[in-house]
């Protein structure tokens, strides 16, 4: 199965933007940072001979996606941290995106797979961890509780670990909270205003991050916003909830 010219094209793009945010990263957090996680998925996107395949073993030459394994950052939020006594805290980010090349200027979902997790370690006399992952559900599966189709959930033991210690939390399967979908650099936004909003900041300073940041939002947020909106029918004019940021800070 051979990729279209103009697929590869659209996918160098895509590559491209993504080695432009792993510099703007690099200068926004320096030397601790380590962005050939995000370099290997530029490699992915620019391979003539890959294709991502779907969970149910659907391959498409329209198809884009790349998969970072092991991204770490420092947190910064770590003013009320439970336990006491924990000091480094890092996120490390495992996700995988695929998407269709056709869907990307229009009104659809562009997304066609996401799996974006997120484990926070904590280090003091012990090691700690938190986790959370936002995915993409596959609307054909039967499931018995509410699914939005891009949902988030909190991993109380996100090691898996059979031995963990729950003591008196209580961890169950829901809720699973409506999130907006996601892909690497919009998930950046996400992650640096959370956990390290200096770095966020600065960012915000970078015209190039902030030319692509923007461009995602509208590609990929956009189809979601609207598609919600649409539920209802509106004027525009009388919307007066603003600003848009009181809503969601990541918009910009």
């Not at 279209?4 to 993504?18: G, T």
């Not at 998969?67 to 000091?87: L, Q, S």
């Not at 229009?106 to 974006?116: E, G, I, K, R, W």
């Amino acid at each position: 199965m051979s990729i279209p010219k103009n697929i590869m094209l659209f996918r160098e793009k895509r590559a491209s933007e993504l080695r432009m945010v792993a510099k703007s990263l690099e200068k926004t957090i320096g030397g601790s940072i380590n962005t050939s996680p995000i370099l290997q998925a530029a490699k992915q996107l620019e391979d003539i001979n890959f294709i991502p395949t779907l969970k149910d073993g659907t391959r498409d030459p329209n198809f884009w996606g790349y998969e970072i394994e092991d991204f770490i950052i420092p947190v910064e939020t770590i003013k009320h941290i439970r336990p006491k006594g924990i000091k480094d805290v890092s996120i490390t980010l495992n996700m995988k995106v695929i998407a269709n090349s056709n869907e990307w200027l229009t009104l659809s979902d562009p997304l066609a797979d996401l799996n974006f997790n997120v484990l926070i370690r904590g280090i003091g006399t012990e090691s700690c961890y938190a986790g959370f992952h936002i995915d993409r559900h596959d609307m054909n599966l039967v499931s018995t509780e509410p699914h939005p189709i891009y949902h988030l959930q909190y991993m109380v033991n996100p090691l898996d670990s059979d031995d963990f210690n729950y003591g008196s939390v209580l961890h169950l399967d829901t809720p699973r909270i409506m999130h907006y979908p996601m892909d690497f650099i919009l998930g950046m936004g996400f992650l640096t205003s959370n956990f390290y909003p200096t770095a966020f900041e600065v960012l915000l300073d970078d015209g190039i991050f902030t030319s692509l940041y923007k461009e995602y939002q509208e590609r990929i947020w956009k189809p979601f916003a609207h598609t919600m909106a649409n539920h209802w029918d509106f004027d525009k004019a009388n919307i007066i909830w603003k600003p848009t940021s009181t809503l969601c800070p990541y918009l910009i």
